[in-house]
C-alpha cells in the first residue's frame, strides 16, 4: 500500500495497487516511485508491472506483460524508473533488459544488453540512471 501526499491541498489518499491477498511477503515487495512533468506518478513493481497514477483525474492504469498481444512493459518484474530530460521514462525489468516508454507517441522500445530470445539474467537490468555527459 502506498500514500501520496498533495503538499498543496495537505490531501493524504491511499493508492490500493495489489490486492492484500495477492500481496508477495513484505520482504518481496519492491516499488520505484517518480513524478514527470505532467504531474503523472510512475510506480514499478516486482511482479505486477507498471501502475501510473494521475492525481488530478484520480485514476491508476495498470499495465503489466501478457504473451500474446501489444505490450507496454516488457515484464511484470520490475526493478527501476528514470524519467529523462524528454520526458520518457526508462524502466529497468527482470530479464527483459530497458524498455524506453515513449510520452510523445505512447509507445515503447526494448533494449537488451543480450539477444531478446535469451530469457537469463544477462538481460535483468537492476538500476537505470543518468550519467554525468548526460548518456543514460
Known amino acids: 500500500?502506498?500514500?501520496?501526499f498533495q503538499k498543496e491541498t495537505g490531501i493524504c489518499k491511499i493508492l490500493s495497487l495489489i490486492d492484500a491477498t495477492q500481496m508477495m511477503p513484505a520482504a518481496e515487495e519492491r516499488y520505484e516511485v517518480i513524478q514527470d512533468n505532467r504531474g503523472l506518478i510512475w510506480i514499478s513493481t516486482?511482479?505486477?508491472?507498471?501502475?501510473?497514477?494521475?492525481?488530478?483525474?484520480?485514476?491508476?492504469?495498470?499495465y503489466t506483460y501478457q504473451e500474446t498481444g501489444k505490450n507496454l512493459v516488457h515484464s511484470n518484474f520490475l526493478h527501476s524508473l528514470l524519467l529523462d530530460h524528454s520526458g520518457n521514462v526508462w524502466?529497468?525489468?527482470?530479464?527483459a533488459g530497458v524498455t524506453l516508454l515513449s510520452v510523445l507517441s505512447?509507445?515503447?522500445?526494448?533494449?537488451?544488453?543480450?539477444?531478446?530470445s535469451v530469457n537469463d539474467y544477462v538481460n535483468a537490468i537492476r538500476?537505470?540512471?543518468k550519467m554525468p555527459d548526460g548518456g543514460f
Open 127 to 129: 538500476t537505470v540512471v
Open 91 to 95: 524502466v529497468g525489468s527482470e530479464f
Open 1 to 4: 500500500m502506498l500514500h501520496y
Open 106 to 116: 505512447e509507445g515503447s522500445y526494448r533494449i537488451y544488453p543480450e539477444h531478446e
Open 46 to 62: 516486482f511482479g505486477y508491472g507498471l501502475f501510473v497514477y494521475n492525481p488530478q483525474e484520480d485514476i491508476i492504469s495498470h
